[in-house]
């Protein structure tokens, strides 16, 4: 609580999602993929193995994702500093990427579209690395959020928005709750799910103070949208799963 005030805070008036896993017993990339494609072809992140590589993406993979689904229905999405959408073919090249620093002047303006995915940035240009990640300084990471949120409150959206915060992996502690084991990789070994990871879910309708215990992932996020919009499920993961917007 003292090092994190503003994420307790958050806890303590909106809802907390306890039993929340990552979607990938991995680490980071594959699980950026599901929190866009709810599908992910690799169980660990993508090397650049040479100089050539680090010019060139990898061959982006051919993915049916939600951006892609949003547009067939007349729907918008911004990636707002993901680099996952540079390995998914349809998504690679389009304007809707961003950097993560356009997200307040979107916000405060009243222009988000349908919906956002957004990146705090390795490189952030103000204020350095602010992805939590080891050796960025959590602090910092949890002050950018709150600004985000509070463009979204200042550009009078709040009223309109469900805010899902959330981390890619659990970046190696241990924890007592062990993940269920629902998908294998082809390799025999635990596909789905990997450990728990923080869901705050701050919005109008966010029940206060309350501690969610059903189970959820970052497909979650996928079924909360396609729910909310009436859009058609990408594949069986989120076809089956449940969302935070129950429970």
């Known amino acids: ?39 992910s072809p690799v169980v660990d992140n993508i090397h650049k193995t040479s100089e050539q590589d680090a010019k060139q993406p990898p061959t982006p993979f051919d993915l049916p994702s939600l951006p892609k689904t949003l547009e067939k229905f007349g729907l918008t999405w911004k990636n707002y500093g ?27 303006a009243g222009s988000l579209p349908t919906v956002s995915w957004l990146y705090a940035g390795e490189t952030n240009e103000l204020y350095g690395n602010l992805s939590e990640h080891p050796p960025a300084n959590v602090t910092k990471g949890m002050e950018w959020t709150v600004q985000q949120v509070q463009a979204i409150v200042d550009g009078g959206l709040w009223k309109n928005c469900a805010i899902f915060i959330t981390w890619d992996d659990w970046g190696g502690w241990y924890d007592h709750i062990l993940p269920p084991e629902v998908e294998k990789w082809k390799d025999g070994t635990q596909f789905r799910y990997g450990p728990r990871v923080p869901c705050l879910v701050l919005g109008p309708y966010a029940k206060a103070g309350y501690v969610s215990k059903m189970q959820h992932s970052h497909v979650s996020l996928l079924k909360f949208c396609e729910q909310s919009f009436g859009l058609p499920s990408i594949n069986d993961r989120d076809r089956t799963t449940d969302h935070p917007g129950r429970g």
């Open 1 to 39: 609580q003292a090092d994190l005030p503003a994420y307790w805070k958050y806890a303590e008036q909106f809802t907390l999602c306890d039993h929340y896993f990552t979607d990938v017993a991995g680490p980071s990339t594959p699980n950026h993929l599901m929190l866009i494609t709810a599908d």
């Open 82 to 108: 993901g680099y996952a959408f540079e390995y998914i073919k349809d998504l690679k090249a389009s304007p809707n990427n961003v950097k993560s620093e356009q997200f307040v002047h979107d916000a405060k």
